[in-house]
C-alpha cells in the first residue's frame, strides 16, 4: 500500500510536540473506561488485544443536536454516507468493509433489516445513548454473521441511585426542535430508567441539482422515542432485568415525481435477561429478547412497499474464571422472519451458535482464542475463529497482533428477490444458491500508555472473498475486495485540555477490477478538542475525507468526489446547579460538499437547548 510519506509527516508534527506536554491524570481516564463488546466480557479498554474505542455519555452531551450517523463520522477508521440530510438513509464503512459488514447491537440485541442486509441508524437519537462501543476489526468469532467489518454496540441510558429527573427542549436551523425528558433512578438493588422524546425538522432539499416533481423542496424527518429499563437484585449477586427501546421516524425523500414521497421507518427491541452468580468463579446469564426492523416506502399516494424484519433471540453466556484467565461459553439462538409485500420463497430462517473463548494476561503476556459454529437452515455451517496476542515489552510500550476470520450470510434480497425479466434490459433477482460473504484478517498494532496519554498505530489486511455482486442483475458470489490500511490515534490531557486525534489511510480495492471501492476515502482525519473550566464546558472538532469515487463500478473523474473538511464547535454553560445552556454548530465554515453523488448536505447550522438535570 502506497502512503504518501508528507502525510505521515504531518500526523508525526501533531503527535510528538504533545507527548512532551502530556500530564499524567488519573481517574476518569479513556484508558480506564471497561468496554465488553471486544471479548464479551468486561475488559480494560487499554487492555484489550483488538482495536475499541468507546463514546462515553459525556461525548453524547456534547454532540448536541448532531446525530448518531455524525457522532460516528469522526472516529477513527469509519467512514459515513447520507442520501441528504436528518432521517436519510445512511452507511457505515468501517475499515473500508461494506456497509452490510458492520453489526449494529443494542444491549447485546442485534438489530437490522434481513432484506437490505442494513441498520437503520439514522432514527436511533442521542437522547436515549450511554454511551456507544465500536469495535474494528471482524469479530464473527464472537458474534456470527455481518462483523466482518467491525461491531457497534449502542448501550441505552440506565438507573442508578437517587433520584434524576431531566428535561431538555432545543430549537435550531432548519426549524428544528427536540423535546426529551427523562426520569431515572434507584434505592438498594433496584434501578429504573425512562425516557421519552421527539425531534422534528424542516430539513434541506436532498436532491439539489434535481428539478423533477416535488424535488426542490426541503425533505424534513420526525421522529418519536421512548426506551425503559429496570433492574432488581436478588440474593448477594445476582438480578434481573428487562429493557425496551422505541423509534418510530417519519422521512420525506426525492423520487422525482409530483407526490411528496417519504419512508417510514421504526427500529424496537426488548429483552428480558436474568444473571446468576452460580460460584465464586462461575457467572451465568440468560437472555431473552426480540428486535423488529419496520420499513414502509410511500413512494406515491397509492404505491406502499414494505419491507419488515422480526428477529427472535435467545442467549445463554456463561463467564468462568478459568487458569488464569476468563473462560466464554455461549448458546445462542436467532430466528429471523420477513414480511414484504414483494413474494418471497422462503420468508424465515433460524441459526444455533455455540462460541467458545479464552482470554487472560500471563506476566508480560497477553492473550485471546474465540472459535464459533454457526449452523444456518438455510446454508449450512460456517465456522470462524480468532487469536490474538499482546506483549508489554516495556512499562509504556506494548504490541499486539491478531489474526481472524468472518462471515456474512446472504440477505432475502440476494437469496429470494423474485426474479423478473425486462426485455432486453436483462433480468433482476436473488439467487437461492449464494454462500455466504466471507474474510480472512490480520492486523499488527503499536500502543504508547503514559497517564492519561495514549498513542497508537494499527496496520490491518482483510481479503474479503465471495462478496455478492448485483451488477449482472442476478445476485451471484463473483467479487472479491482487499481492504488494507493503516491507523494513527492520539489521546491526551494538555495543560487541561482534553485532545483526540486520529489520521487514517484506507485502500479498498475491488480485487478483480483493480477500482477502489465506491465512497471510501483514501485519507481521513479528525481533530477535537474540550475543556471545562468552572460553569463553562466547550469543545471544536476539524473532521475530513480526501477525494474518493461515487461508485466502484466507475472510477472516472465524473464520479470522483470532491475531498472535504468541516469545523464544529460546541459550547455549555452551567446557569446553576441543574440548569444549563447548550449551543452547537455544525460545519462553521459553510463547506459545500458530498457524501454521495447528487446529494445534498447541511451547510452552516446552529442548535441551542435549555436543560434540566436533578444531579
Known sequence: MKIQLSILASA???????????QTVHGDSELDQVVVTATRQAVIASEALASVEVISREDIAAAGNSSLVELLSARSGIQVVSNGGAGASSSIYIRGANSGHTLV??????????????????????ALIDRVEILRGPASALYGSDAIGGVIQIFTRKGKEGFQ?????????????SL????????DRLRYSLVVGEDRTDGINARPTSYAGRDQDDDGFRNNYVNGSLTVGFRERDEIGLSVFHTDGRSWYDAGKTYDSYLD????TASVYMRNQITGDWASTVKVGYSADTSHDHSTATSTSEFDTAQTQFTWQ????????????????????????????KTQRNTNSLVLGWGGQLGKHNVQFNVRHDDDSQFGGETTGSAAYGYQFLPEWRVHGSIGTAFKAPTFNDLYYPLACFGSYGCFGGNADLKPEESLNREFGLVWERGATSVRATYFNNRVKNLIDWSSGIADNVATATLEGVELGLTTMVYGYRLRANVDFLEAKDKDSGNYLGRRAKESASLAIDRSTGAWTWGMELTGQGRRFDTTASNTSAKRLAGYSLLNAYVHYALAP???????ANNILDRDYELAQGY?????NAFVALRYALH
Open 318 to 345: 456463561n463467564d468462568v474464571a478459568l487458569a488464569g484467565g476468563s473462560l466464554l461459553a455461549a448458546y445462542e439462538y436467532l430466528e429471523q422472519n420477513v414480511s414484504t409485500t414483494t413474494a418471497y420463497a
Open 600 to 604: 445534498g448536505t447541511k451547510g452552516a
Open 578 to 584: 441543574d440548569w444549563s445552556v447548550e449551543l452547537r
Open 180 to 187: 426529551e425528558a427523562a426520569v431515572a433512578g434507584g434505592v
Open 265 to 268: 421507518k421504526q427500529t424496537d
Open 105 to 126: 447491537l443494542i444491549d447485546g440485541m442485534r438489530i437490522g433489516s434481513a432484506t437490505n442486509g442494513a441498520p437503520s441508524l439514522e432514527t436511533i437519537p442521542l
Open 12 to 22: 508525526c508534527a501533531l503527535v510528538y510536540p504533545v507527548l512532551g506536554q502530556a
Open 165 to 177: 429527573p431531566s428535561v431538555r427542549v432545543g430549537f435550531g436551523a432548519e426549524n428544528s426542535r
